[in-house]
């Protein structure tokens, strides 16, 4: 195994826990979206910009997790200073409708989420224990 191969403990042959432990990580989906916003490749710092929220140690850990599993290619070129692009692979192409439809259903029931979170929250403070009581 690895040091960047993702496996999940209980069912490490487990495909489906395989790839969406990794694509389910906190910024890689956002990165995925970064790339595919501008069509073209992208330097590291042009990425960090577009996410403003993200530190440098967590773009870098993304992006190598990224190229690790293929859906990103990393271009270094030898000039001084050095220059490094980013850009979508084919397979990350391929996932990308999915992601967008992903994004869309998200964005049509994100008010009902929220409703509901406060709804929840609040019977929690009355009825459950511990972690809402």
């Not at 069912?11 to 395989?18: A, D, G, L, M």
């Not at 577009?50 to 290619?73: C, N, W, Y």
Request: hydrophobic share 40%; aromatic share 8%.
């Amino acid at each position: 195994m690895t040091k960047h191969q993702v496996t999940d403990p209980i069912f490490p042959e487990c495909p489906v826990r395989n790839v969406l432990s990794r694509i389910g990580e906190k910024w890689s989906i956002l990165v995925l979206l970064t790339l595919d916003g501008t069509g073209q490749p992208m330097r590291f710092k042009a990425i960090e910009a577009a996410i403003p929220d993200i530190s440098q140690k967590m773009l870098t850990q993304a992006l190598r997790h990224l190229e690790a599993d293929g859906f990103v290619l990393r271009h270094a070129y030898a000039e001084v200073p050095p220059r490094v692009e980013y850009e979508l692979t084919d397979r990350s192409r391929s996932l990308l409708p999915l992601i967008h439809n992903l994004v869309g259903w998200a964005l049509d029931n994100l008010s009902g989420i929220v409703r509901d979170r406060k709804a929840f929250m609040e019977k929690g403070k009355s009825s459950y224990k511990g972690e809402y009581g």
